[in-house]
């Protein structure tokens, strides 16, 4: 089987949405379709061709995204990827692949690749490792006491429209997002995305509420969240559906949280997208207060080792040899000098021998700072030649608050 892959031209929208509503067996209501393609970027869209028929797609978003130092990186956001049921297990999503990475070396755009996996176990095949985590936290209003916050009373909050408030709930969160790696620079797009309120998205639950946080008149922090009613014979038992919560500063976003888990007629609170390290599971004074899931977040792949590695900083000096596998991209394969700390960084191809020996996969998910490289060498999957180079590499890549993938795409 004969398979080209091209740019998909002026058509791209209307091709990737039959697309993937093929490919995921569902059909995408209007409204949700709407706020995507007002996303979409129709000359990053290509497809996979089998004679005329397309089949299969797979787009990327351009994004600028937080990598440690703080720095900011433009970063590939890979999406909208189907291949249609009848030509799958044929190569399809290989060549999608490779022509997307190649293309994205050749033409010198941006150095690592990103996105969320449907099915995670597929991508480790590409050299995607998992970079972030994201935690579902439920939690119990009957056990939402939580430990006082110096500062957090002085902190008014108030309801907002998402709409006309939307300028400032932006700058807020745009102040925020050099704190932690992993987070997007949201263009104007994305900003209005985040209060479109498809009506089909909403589960049964409240159009999309806001409130500010306030200290001596000023917005220091935000909420979006919904309501959803729930009446039991045993009286009610709602959920308070958290989409996003942001605050400059510790007092704004305790005073938040306290509002968020303390809804008349609402037994619990939920939020989709914590991290592991949020201040909101070390504030609740019963740990079980918040049900916690652990799943996979955002997955990462160096396109070009050379330029990723030398763009990001270090939490700890560092001198060490990498030795890098790659089949799919073998401009990636063999051996790198990496040196860097916290003022910068150089990476560079060397005749040396290694300290480390690792698959390109282990890189991109230590990439943005998730302590993962110490774990891999003791399940035997980092090979250490020079002793004491993993702990010292594991120290430098690994940063002071977890990565974190806000921004589902």
């Given at each position: 089987m004969t398979i080209e892959v091209r740019p998909l031209g002026a058509d791209a929208w209307h091709q990737a949405f039959t697309m993937m509503e093929l490919s995921f067996g569902e059909t995408w209501p209007q409204d949700a379709a709407d706020v995507e393609r007002a996303r979409f970027e129709p000359d990053r869209s290509i497809g996979a061709f089998v004679g005329d028929t397309l089949a299969g797609h797979a787009a990327i978003y351009s994004f600028t995204m937080t990598v440690p130092g703080p720095r900011s990186l433009d970063v590939a956001g890979v999406s909208l990827v189907g291949v249609l049921p009848?030509?799958?297990?044929?190569?399809?999503?290989?060549?999608?692949?490779?022509h997307q990475l190649h293309d994205l070396?050749?033409?010198?755009?941006?150095?690592?690749?990103?996105?969320?996996?449907?099915?995670?176990?597929?991508?480790?095949?590409?050299?995607?490792?998992?970079?972030?985590?994201?935690?579902?936290?439920?939690?119990?209003?009957?056990?939402?006491?939580?430990?006082?916050?110096?500062?957090?009373?002085e902190v008014t909050v108030r309801y907002a429209d998402p709409e006309k408030s939307l300028d400032v709930c932006a700058?807020?969160?745009?102040?925020?997002?050099?704190?932690?790696?992993?987070?997007?620079?949201?263009?104007?797009?994305?900003?209005?995305?985040?209060?479109?309120?498809?009506?089909?998205?909403?589960?049964?639950?409240?159009?999309?509420?806001?409130?500010l946080a306030e200290r001596d008149?000023?917005?220091?922090?935000?909420?979006?969240?919904?309501?959803?009613?729930?009446w039991e014979p045993g009286g009610p038992n709602g959920t308070t559906i958290v989409q996003r919560?942001?605050?400059?500063?510790?007092?704004s976003y305790a005073a938040l949280w306290r509002?968020?888990?303390?809804?008349?007629?609402?037994?619990?609170?939920?939020?989709?997208?914590?991290?592991?390290?949020?201040?909101?599971?070390?504030?609740?004074?019963?740990?079980?207060?918040?049900?916690?899931?652990?799943?996979?977040?955002?997955?990462?792949?160096l396109v070009d080792v050379g330029r990723a590695l030398s763009e990001r900083r270090y939490t700890t000096p560092l001198d060490v040899v990498l030795e890098v596998r790659d089949d799919l991209c073998p401009w990636n394969a063999g051996r790198w000098h990496l040196a860097g700390d916290g003022s910068g960084a150089s990476c560079g191809r060397v005749d040396r021998e290694?300290?480390?020996?690792?698959d390109v996969a282990d890189l991109g998910a230590a990439y943005f700072g998730r302590p993962v490289l110490a774990a891999l060498g003791a399940a035997g999957l980092a090979e250490e030649r020079t002793p004491g180079s993993l702990a010292a590499t594991s120290r430098a890549f690994t940063s002071e608050v977890l990565p974190l993938l806000d921004t589902p795409f």
């Amino acid at each position: 089987m004969t398979i080209e892959v091209r740019p998909l031209g002026a058509d791209a929208w209307h091709q990737a949405f039959t697309m993937m509503e093929l490919s995921f067996g569902e059909t995408w209501p209007q409204d949700a379709a709407d706020v995507e393609r007002a996303r979409f970027e129709p000359d990053r869209s290509i497809g996979a061709f089998v004679g005329d028929t397309l089949a299969g797609h797979a787009a990327i978003y351009s994004f600028t995204m937080t990598v440690p130092g703080p720095r900011s990186l433009d970063v590939a956001g890979v999406s909208l990827v189907g291949v249609l049921p009848t030509h799958r297990r044929r190569g399809v999503l290989t060549a999608l692949m490779r022509h997307q990475l190649h293309d994205l070396h050749e033409s010198g755009r941006e150095p690592v690749a990103v996105l969320t996996a449907s099915e995670p176990a597929i991508y480790g095949r590409y050299g995607y490792g998992c970079a972030t985590q994201w935690v579902y936290a439920e939690v119990n209003r009957a056990k939402r006491a939580m430990r006082p916050v110096p500062g957090s009373d002085e902190v008014t909050v108030r309801y907002a429209d998402p709409e006309k408030s939307l300028d400032v709930c932006a700058g807020v969160r745009d102040a925020i997002v050099p704190t932690r790696p992993g987070y997007v620079r949201h263009n104007e797009p994305w900003r209005r995305g985040e209060i479109a309120d498809p009506e089909s998205e909403r589960g049964g639950a409240s159009a999309l509420r806001c409130v500010l946080a306030e200290r001596d008149g000023e917005v220091t922090g935000f909420a979006y969240y919904r309501s959803k009613a729930n009446w039991e014979p045993g009286g009610p038992n709602g959920t308070t559906i958290v989409q996003r919560v942001h605050a400059t500063d510790t007092a704004s976003y305790a005073a938040l949280w306290r509002f968020l888990t303390d809804q008349d007629l609402m037994s619990k609170t939920t939020h989709r997208r914590l991290s592991l390290d949020d201040p909101l599971l070390s504030w609740l004074r019963d740990p079980r207060a918040a049900m916690v899931t652990v799943r996979d977040g955002m997955w990462a792949r160096l396109v070009d080792v050379g330029r990723a590695l030398s763009e990001r900083r270090y939490t700890t000096p560092l001198d060490v040899v990498l030795e890098v596998r790659d089949d799919l991209c073998p401009w990636n394969a063999g051996r790198w000098h990496l040196a860097g700390d916290g003022s910068g960084a150089s990476c560079g191809r060397v005749d040396r021998e290694p300290d480390l020996v690792l698959d390109v996969a282990d890189l991109g998910a230590a990439y943005f700072g998730r302590p993962v490289l110490a774990a891999l060498g003791a399940a035997g999957l980092a090979e250490e030649r020079t002793p004491g180079s993993l702990a010292a590499t594991s120290r430098a890549f690994t940063s002071e608050v977890l990565p974190l993938l806000d921004t589902p795409f």
